[in-house]
């Protein structure tokens, strides 16, 4: 038990997170950050972990936390453990998680007493199509409209003396968008005036001859009026961003808009299809719920980067990393590209949008936590990449011993969280 296709939170599900928004909207909420909990292999490290991301929450001075996860079964033991880690801190939780029929909790304690279902699935089961059982702008309301309620009623507010430099979570970033009509390949990766974006021919292919664990990359670009192809198992969903200045969380992003890169694999030789719990390859329109946060919108092109692992390699850590390694690095190329398009345009009328986290001293203060795989494999988590949404740079949860770490509101709409399950 633990991440099936239906409720993975892609790498574009954290740079879209619906509660973050809900949380960054609110006016009658002081938002305190995000804390980022792994999830641990075995029960000792799972108290561990939990009991470190409570103490941080009450250094926080949070009144209450929205718990969300996105795994059941053995995840749930985090999950609950870390409700009662905030309990015993005083701190008021809502939890949001898959629970349907096959994600019933499997251990439970005095604090665990609200729980959004995010399950969209009639049957209450997990399926393959991913995205279907996401946490929706819906849920995120829900959650925090509750535990907003639950605070009120408890007649008890922390005063902050100040903020703890530790968890400063204001700050400002701008995204601006960079509209792509179409996508065609040629000589060399550039993004037009006219919104074409043409891509290199062998793009890629020279980042693969030296790696021992994939054998082929193919890439191509999948147009919205043809999502009847066949696909192999969903290994992420990312946007293509980069920064134009500041650092993540802060300053200037640029979003290429209309476009989301897509990885799969299978294995050669096998025919295995890297997953955890049930794997989504098949025809597109039924392996991907579109138009949620962590999926791409069904108006949108998709850039597909479908690799071939070698026998035994989609199933390992390192193969696994090396996939995301090798996209990362042919986003980058465009990266690039966009930022020679925004440099050249000079002060073109570019679509932005920009997101505030300012104190909101005697609101309601208020903290999400994410708790998100730390266990390897398609199985883990990375934070603060050197790009929006990238893995290059980034710290393994699993390598950190799954700690808690901290992010800003604008940090984590900026792609400081990347999944490699």
């Not at 199933?315 to 390694?325: N, V």
């Amino acid at each position: 038990m633990g991440l099936g296709p239906s409720i993975k939170m892609t790498t574009l599900h954290h740079y879209n997170c619906p509660v973050t928004r809900q949380l960054l909207a609110d006016p009658d909420v002081d938002f305190a950050g995000v804390l980022l909990d792994g999830v641990s292999e075995n029960f000792t490290e799972k108290v561990r972990t939990a009991e470190l991301t409570g103490r941080m929450a009450a250094d926080m001075h949070a009144d209450g936390a929205v718990v969300a996860i996105d795994g059941w079964g053995n995840h749930h033991i985090d999950f609950t453990e870390v409700i009662r880690a905030l309990g015993e801190n005083g701190i008021l939780s809502v939890g949001a998680s898959y629970i349907g029929l096959q994600g019933r909790l499997v251990c439970t304690n005095p604090y665990v007493n609200t729980i959004v279902d995010f399950n969209k699935e009639a049957s209450g089961y997990e399926t393959c199509c991913v995205g279907e059982n996401n946490l929706t702008e819906d849920d995120a309301y829900k959650a925090v409209g509750i535990l907003k309620h639950q605070v009120d009623r408890s007649f008890r507010r922390t005063q902050a003396a100040g903020v703890d430099p530790r968890f400063a979570a204001a700050g400002e970033l701008m995204r601006i968008e960079l509209p792509v009509k179409r996508v065609t390949f040629g000589e060399k990766t550039e993004l037009r005036p006219d919104g074409t974006l043409v891509l290199r021919e062998d793009i890629g292919q020279s980042l693969i001859q030296d790696e021992t664990r994939i054998r082929e990359l193919h890439v191509d670009v999948i147009p919205p009026d043809k999502h009847d192809i066949f696909v192999n198992s969903n290994l992420d969903i990312e946007p293509i961003a980069v920064k134009e200045n500041g650092t993540l969380g802060s300053g200037t992003t640029l979003e290429l808009k209309g476009i989301r890169a897509m990885l799969n694999g299978v294995e050669d030789g096998s025919g295995f299809q890297p997953a955890n719990i049930g794997s989504s390859e098949g025809i597109l329109s039924d392996r991907v719920y579109f138009d949620r946060a962590g999926t791409p919108s069904s108006s949108d092109l998709i850039l597909h980067l479908d690799f071939l692992f070698e026998d035994g390699q989609g199933r390992t850590a390192e193969g696994i990393e090396a996939a995301h390694l090798v996209s990362d690095t042919i986003l980058q190329e465009i990266r690039e590209a966009m930022l020679k398009r925004y440099h050249d345009a000079e002060k073109a009328p570019f679509a932005a949008h920009t997101f505030r986290c300012e104190p909101h001293p005697g609101k309601k203060r208020l903290i999400l936590v994410k708790i998100s795989s730390g266990l390897g494999n398609m199985y883990d988590t990375v934070v603060f990449p050197d790009q929006p949404g990238g893995i290059l740079v980034a710290q393994q949860m699993r390598l950190r011993n799954n700690d808690p770490v901290f992010l800003t509101p604008t940090q984590v709409l900026d792609g400081a969280i990347h999944t490699l399950i």
